[in-house]
């Protein structure tokens, strides 16, 4: 199983959730079942590591996001992953443009699986550090909810 994560440019949002999940899955006993990665729609930060405020935010929680680079979302994703999550609901449309017809990933939303269709995890950017913390908050409840999620498709 693949599951990508998908934000605007790959140094907030989605290399939180790809920390936060990948914990997730060490602590649930998938680690080795599931393979994670990140990016972001647009190229403007590629090759950049991840916001130093995200990174502190995580850090804080005990996960290391140091090492994620950031990269830009292709075509390819749609055939190498299972699931491929975004952030927000512009994320979802430019996601949806790129996927090929014959795409059989699952795209969507990543807050579906917090139980909370349709929500969005705010872009924390250009806020102040609670908006990291609170952007931790909901990708922790959504990464266990995914972690349910995965489990029952075993």
């Given at each position: 199983m693949?599951?990508?994560?998908?934000?605007?440019?790959?140094i907030c949002?989605?290399?939180?959730?790809?920390?936060?999940f990948r914990r997730a899955l060490e602590q649930a006993g998938l680690a080795d079942d599931v393979e994670i990665d990140s990016c972001g729609v647009g190229s403007w930060h590629v090759g950049k590591a991840p916001d130093a405020r995200a990174q502190q935010a995580a850090l804080s929680r005990g996960i290391?996001?140091?090492s994620?680079?950031?990269?830009?979302?292709?075509?390819?994703?749609?055939?190498?992953?299972?699931?491929?999550?975004?952030?927000d609901q512009d994320n979802l449309r430019a996601m949806r443009e790129l996927k090929p017809d014959n795409s059989q990933a699952h795209v969507g939303l990543f807050l579906d699986f917090a139980g909370t269709p349709g929500a969005e995890v705010p872009d924390p950017y250009y806020g102040g550090d609670e908006g990291f913390e609170n952007v931790l908050t909901m990708i922790e409840a959504a990464s266990a909810g995914l972690i349910?999620?995965?489990k029952c498709e075993r």
């Open positions: 693949k599951v990508l994560f998908v934000c605007l440019g790959n949002r989605s290399p939180t959730a790809e920390g936060v290391d996001l140091s994620l680079r950031a990269r830009q979302l292709t075509e390819q994703d749609f055939a190498e992953f299972d699931y491929v999550l975004g952030m349910q999620h995965l």
